[in-house]
């Protein structure tokens, strides 16, 4: 059966990796909130970057403007019933505190499921039963799983009685926050609501702008002159029809591996970079997940919020590993079951989480030996592991998972021009320049942590950074997480 995944985009959002977003929306928007910090008044501030946040969104599909707008009211609303609920009782657990609860988390959790799920149950089913239900072929509505996930946190924290110190519009930007909104990082309230009731927050920092900018400069780099490179040699491999050789399957892989690293962590980056421009410090998402030497210490280091997240709000609340050691690996495994379907309506990314749910519960049995692998062991096995998941993470179904993975142990041969496409010496050399450039460069955190020895040199880097991108931004392509 083929996977079921939900509509693709009709029209384009506002990419940040777009001549548009660069010289149009970005410029228009400091400069807007620049003018509006001169009032020395937060609340102008507030309501110009939650309403260019909302044009951010809406230039791709206005009508779902509504669903955003019905998912923020409804959960302020019922935030607040919440807190109230909890203030009320000084804390004490109620059957209706869970009632209210379970109420809001099911409305958010439904609205996920219909928009993202309805047309992969329906096929799930009819594959089951023999049925042939209609399919309703519904369009994913830009970051739905991620403002649902902070959503759901938002009403955790207010079930618990967290302090409540915002209002409405501080919450509304909160959520709609334009540099990331889409792909995040996923960030919950006290990370962030602290910061939007700051008066500092709503100033013109030089600082930060210097700062914002060049990490933004350093995950356009990341997107456009590494991830973008490596696209051309995934897609004709995985997309393709017919036995796949032994080199073009690893070559596919890696350059996969490679692609969605710098894809994303220079999304992430360039979300932390645009939002430092208005003084606001977003949490961290990538530290050189590929130098991990174990499964756990990867999901230590690979979209950070992510792991945490469902380590706080699902792995604990099932269980965690309080109950017995069988029931801590069952949790992990539907833990990890259930952030791969989180990636999207395919059995491939339930089984992209289930196989990293088999691995960290053999890292942690593992663990139990006390035997130390030697790096030399530990690092390329754990990384070949990570590579294997991402063979089911980028496949569009079984028949191509299971044609990649014959490929890579050479059940098709080992030959380089077996077949009509082959990743070739050239690309395989351009692949081990980034692995190079993964295991054993700075990170962008450390480059942060430089000292300049002049301003010069630090305009210099920026530009350097800057320029190549942009001169090759021509047809500006979406990232990876765009679709979940």
Not at 298 to 316: K, M, N, Q
């Amino acid at each position: 059966m083929p996977p079921i995944r939900s509509a693709a985009l009709s029209t384009p959002a506002v990419l940040f990796n777009s001549y548009t977003f660069i010289f149009g929306f970005l410029p228009l928007v400091v400069l807007g909130f620049a003018l509006c910090t001169r009032c020395r008044a937060r609340q102008p501030a507030m309501i110009f970057l939650a309403g260019a946040s909302l044009v951010f969104y809406g230039w791709w599909n206005w009508h779902y403007l509504f669903l955003l707008l019905f998912s923020i009211a409804f959960n302020y609303g019922w935030g607040l019933l919440l807190h109230r609920r909890a203030v009320a009782v000084s804390g004490r657990v109620t059957t209706a505190r869970r009632v209210l609860l379970a109420v809001g988390m099911s409305v958010n959790l439904g609205v996920l499921a219909y928009f993202k799920y309805a047309d992969f149950l329906i096929s799930t089913v009819d594959a089951a039963f023999g049925w042939h239900w209609e399919l309703h072929h519904i369009m994913l509505p830009l970051a739905v799983s991620f403002f649902t996930f902070e959503q759901i946190t938002y009403l955790v924290d207010a079930y618990f009685g967290a302090p409540r110190q915002h209002d409405f519009l501080d919450y509304a930007l909160f959520i709609t926050l334009f540099p990331r909104l889409i792909a995040g990082p996923i960030i919950r309230p006290r990370e962030i609501l602290p910061q939007l009731t700051r008066a500092s927050t709503y100033t013109m920092s030089a600082a930060n702008l210097n700062a914002g900018l060049l990490i933004f400069a350093i995950g356009l780099f990341k997107k456009v002159m590494i991830a973008d490179a490596f696209s051309p040699l995934v897609g004709p491999i995985f997309d393709r029809v017919g036995p796949t050789s032994f080199t073009d399957a690893w070559g596919a892989t890696l350059a996969f591996t490679l692609q969605i690293y710098f894809d994303f962590s220079g999304y992430s980056d360039m979300a932390i970079g645009l939002a430092l421009l208005f003084n606001i410090k977003l949490p961290e998402n990538f530290d050189s997940p590929y130098q991990a030497r174990n499964i756990i210490d990867f999901w230590r280091r690979w979209h950070i919020t992510l792991s945490s997240f469902l380590r706080d709000y699902l792995y604990i609340p099932l269980g965690g590993n309080r109950k017995g050691t069988v029931r801590r690996y069952v949790n992990l495994m539907i833990t990890m079951g259930l952030g791969g379907l989180w990636h999207g309506a395919s059995w491939t990314f339930v089984l992209w989480g289930a196989l990293h749910g088999a691995y960290l519960t053999i890292n942690h049995l593992w663990q139990r030996t006390r035997i130390q692998l030697p790096s030399a062991v530990a690092w390329p096995l754990t990384f070949v592991a990570v590579m294997v998941g991402w063979v089911f993470f980028r496949a569009h179904s079984m028949d191509t998972t299971q044609r990649i993975l014959a490929g890579m142990v050479g059940l098709n041969g080992f030959a380089w021009d077996a077949f009509p496409y082959s990743i070739g010496r050239k690309e395989y050399q351009m692949i081990v320049a980034a692995l190079v450039m993964v295991l054993f460069c700075p990170n962008r955190q450390s480059l942060m942590q430089w000292e300049w020895t002049s301003d010069r040199l630090y305009a210099i880097a920026f530009t350097a950074l800057a320029a190549l991108p942009i001169l090759r931004l021509g047809d500006p392509t979406p990232f990876v997480y765009f679709q979940f």
